[in-house]
């Protein structure tokens, strides 16, 4: 069974006196920092002078360039997106790297495949919340917070663990419960997930549904509704009752056809090719994989993006969102 912390089990007397240098103020780290503070904790943002640079001095806080910030932080919180923490990293964070200090993530990605190589006499140590920065940081301003796991890569003071669950709980994390895992746990079910069902496979689905109705003469709108408005209402009851909760409050012949029919989509081929997929996140080929389309600078991820533009299902996404008045 998963071990999993709530506030009773952190002490945030942890961080007193200590310095927490959030290294990004985007989405996440906008949010965290927010938290933290609001939680007593001493916070301190190093930044790139670009608009975040902006905002987290007009959100008051002290914002230094990178370097001296991470000179400054007792824990160093890499709060940048994943393809440039491992340059940011070499170029400003590691000459500050010293003993008896703390290095953060949200995401086990660089450590786990080796794009950062702390030195051997710091904590090493993630908080990941399971949300997006301006849920997170809504839900911990209503007086609630969101799930969040927790790891411990490298216990050099022996108190890796407990300054882990004190940012846990400066985020909000232990006031819904923080589960512990490992770098390779969480890294390696992220980019699963991603890319089998919540990003690539739910994404390939809505579109194959819609093109194969379309194709079928049917109206590209009702495609659109058919296979992709209506999965929001599908989500939002399994995420509030369970897959058989969803299945409970649909009809009966839509509980009957998704029951039959599910299982000629996702049959055992497809259940083959989500292994072969797992074998590459494991294996460390998707993320070298990355790695050179990053170093590329995503020349073929922007390929896939205009792509993406042309295709029938965003023409007809974007103009029943306008017609609905969801987007402008």
């Not at 910030?69 to 994943?82: K, N, Q």
Request: with cysteine.
């Amino acid at each position: 069974m998963a071990k999993i912390y709530y506030d009773k089990d952190a002490d945030l007397g942890v961080l007193k006196g200590k310095t927490i240098a959030i290294i990004g103020y985007g989405n996440q780290g906008q949010a965290q920092s927010n938290n933290l503070r609001d939680s007593g904790c001493k916070v301190i943002i190093g930044s790139i002078r670009d608009p975040s640079y902006e905002q987290a001095v007009a959100d008051g806080f002290e914002v230094y360039d990178i370097a001296e910030a991470a000179s400054r932080g007792d824990i160093v919180h890499m709060l940048i997106p994943d393809e440039y923490q491992a340059q940011v990293y070499r170029e400003k964070v590691a000459q500050h790297m010293k003993r008896g200090k703390a290095l953060c993530f949200s995401h086990g990605f660089n450590i786990h495949f080796k794009q950062i190589v702390p030195p051997a006499d710091v904590d090493v140590i993630m908080i990941a919340p399971k949300a997006p920065g301006a849920i997170l940081r809504r839900m911990y301003q209503q007086g609630s917070g969101t799930p969040g796991l927790l790891a411990v890569a490298q216990d050099v003071s022996g108190q890796a663990k407990q300054l882990t669950l004190a940012l846990a709980k400066g985020v909000g994390l232990t006031r819904i419960g923080v589960v512990e895992t490992t770098f390779k746990e969480e890294v390696e079910t992220d980019l699963f997930g991603e890319q089998v069902v919540l990003v690539g496979g739910v994404s390939e689905l809505m579109k194959a549904g819609f093109e194969t109705l379309v194709e079928a003469g049917y109206q590209p709108e009702i495609a659109y509704f058919e296979c992709i408005n209506e999965l929001k209402l599908i989500v939002d009851l399994v995420y509030e009752h369970g897959i058989e909760g969803m299945m409970k409050a649909v009809s009966n012949t839509a509980e009957f056809g998704g029951r039959t029919r599910g299982k000629w989509v996702i049959d055992e081929r497809a259940r083959e090719v989500m292994k072969k997929i797992l074998a590459d996140v494991q294996s460390g080929k998707f993320a070298r994989e990355w790695v050179a389309e990053s170093q590329a600078k995503i020349q073929n991820l922007q390929k896939m993006r205009e792509a993406a533009k042309e295709h029938l299902v965003a023409k007809v996404g974007r103009d029943l969102r306008k017609w609905a008045g969801i987007e402008k």
